[in-house]
């Protein structure tokens, strides 16, 4: 088997290239593909190096698959060449997802939605993909009639820019003594121009409610993501969503506070037991010994974490829960490579 990974140098990449040797594909021809400025670089994989070569490149490979995770404008432009040559794509940019020919895939939801015909495959966003998998049994026990999500999700989602910028603010922090409420301002005059983080706000011992590009009615596009793709994933147009994202200066992965309003009344226990049931999720919730999901016990793992179950008082019908998944392995590069192990197994 030949599989091609586009954007093989980058945050997402990196950790698509380990689950690939985790999960079985050590011993298959890899072909690492980036942008041109990372073409011929070296890559380590499975105890051998692998040559970075161009998307042109890799495209008259013929792979049988290529993953990508390289951005949006890069999946347009070249998803449908590879699809072109007989390989099937399974993208994780924003580019695909909703396309109506295009399947959006959790593959413990509805990898059926992919036919022997499809030949692009969209992988969701990350803060959907934990939020659907945790909540896909409740919704088919009880249905689903409203959701009110806020997230606060690691800076790791915004790609290694940010990373960097959240270690220059506390390498700055610790080396100057400067007062955290001054730290920005403080960068800035000693960086100048050279300075270039990732947001026009602090990260460092900061949280703010910006995730994506702010629309014309004022959410953003990270908030548009989970309403539009939960309910295509749940294949309800009619749920309603409303969605508040913040980014917390974290990198092991994302926390959700959902509020889940059913149509049917339901009970607690079962409830419960539909989430523990859940394949890829784990309900991790004993309020009496402080056991609660963190993204720091979420970091390195693949499953998506459930705790602080508990029926709403104020509403009927309604359920609260706290969702915790790492962000690049569920979120991105696990549940790629889980959609791949699905067609490699039919």
């Known amino acids: ?184 301002p403080a960068m800035e005059q000693e960086l100048g121009e050279g300075y270039q983080p990732a947001y026009p706000c602090q990260i460092f011992r900061n949280l703010f409610p910006h995730g994506g590009d702010f629309l014309p009615d004022g959410y953003t596009t990270e908030e548009e993501k989970l309403v539009n793709e939960s309910r295509k994933i749940l294949g309800d147009p009619s749920i309603m969503v409303s969605a508040t994202v913040a980014r917390v200066p974290v990198v092991g992965g994302h926390s959700e506070s959902a509020n889940v309003e059913f149509h049917q009344e339901f009970n607690l226990e079962e409830v419960n037991r539909l989430i523990a049931e859940t394949p890829g999720v784990i309900l991790y919730d004993d309020p009496s010994h402080n056991i609660y999901p963190t993204p720091v016990m979420a970091h390195h793992h693949d499953e998506v974490f459930v705790g602080r179950v508990r029926r709403d008082p104020s509403q009927p019908r309604t359920l609260n829960l706290w969702i915790v998944s790492d962000n690049l392995r569920k979120g991105a590069a696990t549940n790629a490579i889980q959609i791949l192990e699905s067609l490699t197994t039919k």
Not at 150 to 155: F, L, N
Not at 174 to 183: I, K, N, P, W
């Open 1 to 184: 088997m030949k599989i091609a990974v586009v954007g093989a140098t980058g945050l997402v990449g990196g950790v698509m290239l380990q689950v690939l040797q985790e999960r079985g594909f050590a011993d298959c021809e890899i072909l690492a593909a980036a942008s041109p400025k990372s073409v011929g670089k070296e890559i380590d994989f499975a105890g051998r190096k692998l040559t970075v070569m161009s998307v042109e490149d890799a495209i008259k490979a013929k792979p049988d698959y290529a993953v990508f995770s390289a951005g949006a404008s890069t999946s347009r432009q070249y998803a449908p060449q590879f699809a072109a040559v007989g390989c099937t794509v399974i993208d994780n940019s924003s580019c695909w997802r909703m396309h109506d020919d295009v399947p959006l895939v959790v593959p413990e939801i509805n990898i059926d939605t992919v036919t022997p015909d499809t030949r692009i495959i969209a992988n969701p966003n990350c803060s959907t993909i934990q939020l659907v998998l945790a909540i896909s049994r409740l919704h088919r026990r009880y249905g689903i009639r409203r959701m009110v999500i806020s997230t606060y999700q690691s800076i790791t989602g915004t790609g290694i820019k940010a990373v960097r910028q959240l270690e220059a603010e506390e390498d700055y922090f610790f080396r100057h003594e400067v007062a955290s409420s001054a730290l920005r």
